[in-house]
């Protein structure tokens, strides 16, 4: 979920565990799974995103300033 409220852009979602380690035992996982909040500070005004996407674990966001 992508959300801008205010001064902030704030993107929620959860990561989940790769399908072959769901009934695998994990003795130690560096990267946390489960639900996340990011929050981003932006200048103030109305935006659109004009663009999301999301490949290989990266999360690309383009905004449009409105007037």
């Keep these: 979920e992508i959300v ?4 902030n852009l704030a993107i929620v979602g959860s990561r989940r565990l790769p399908s072959f380690l ?3 035992r994990v003795l130690r996982m560096e990267l946390p799974h489960g639900r996340f909040e990011r929050r ?3 200048p103030p005004g109305r935006y659109e995103i004009t663009r999301r996407e999301l490949a ?3 999360l690309v ?3 449009r ?3």
Excluded at 4 to 7: E, G, Q
């Design 4 to 7: 801008i409220h205010d001064s």
């Design 22 to 24: 769901q009934q695998a």
């Design 40 to 42: 981003v500070s932006i």
């Design 56 to 58: 290989d674990g990266l």
């Design 61 to 63: 966001l383009a905004l």
């Design 65 to 67: 300033r409105l007037p």
